[in-house]
């Protein structure tokens, strides 16, 4: 497995690996894709072979991003890494994927920042992400009702 910098070249499959994991992801357009490519402090790829594994975009504060799930954790740190989302293929998971994505990451982060945060949905519930979460040392500090109540997400925090 490669781990390398997002690329145009990646776009139309992240693209496609992100509409495919909706709705434990929200949905993003080119445009947004495009948005984060410029502004992420992190936009990373995973590749296995010749195909696209996996994927994780990292945000640092003071953005003009309208997630209410980032805008929380503003409110609350003034320094944090922010996983905006991260997505592995089907056929690549249990592959250690996500973890080799979050390690790159937390390597990134080491010493300039304290916490690594996210969240994941608790409704509608996506158990298998709550686990890894957990296991990887994520610890649920708040939840949240996000679009207009039709979600609910637990905000999480691990100390690097």
């Known amino acids: ?33 495009r948005w984060f490519a410029a502004n992420a402090r992190h936009f990373r790829v995973a590749v296995i072979g010749e195909d696209l594994a996996g994927f994780l975009i990292g945000l640092q504060p003071g953005l003009e991003y309208a997630s209410p799930n980032y805008q929380w954790f503003c409110a609350k740190h003034r320094r944090f890494g922010y996983v905006d989302r991260v997505v592995v293929s089907p056929t690549a998971r249990r592959r250690g994927v996500a973890s080799q994505l979050y390690d790159d990451y937390a390597a990134t982060l080491r010493g300039f920042v304290p916490l690594m945060t996210c969240e994941v949905n608790i409704r509608p519930a996506n158990a298998s992400s709550m686990v890894y ?28």
């Open 1 to 33: 497995m490669q781990i390398a910098d997002f690329h145009e070249a990646d776009l139309d499959d992240v693209l496609a690996l992100n509409e495919a994991a909706v709705p434990h992801v929200n949905s993003l357009d080119r445009e947004a894709l």
């Open 133 to 160: 979460h957990e296991r990887y040392g994520f610890l649920q500090v708040a939840t949240q009702e996000t679009e207009g109540g039709k979600k609910e997400v637990a905000l999480m925090e691990k100390r690097l």
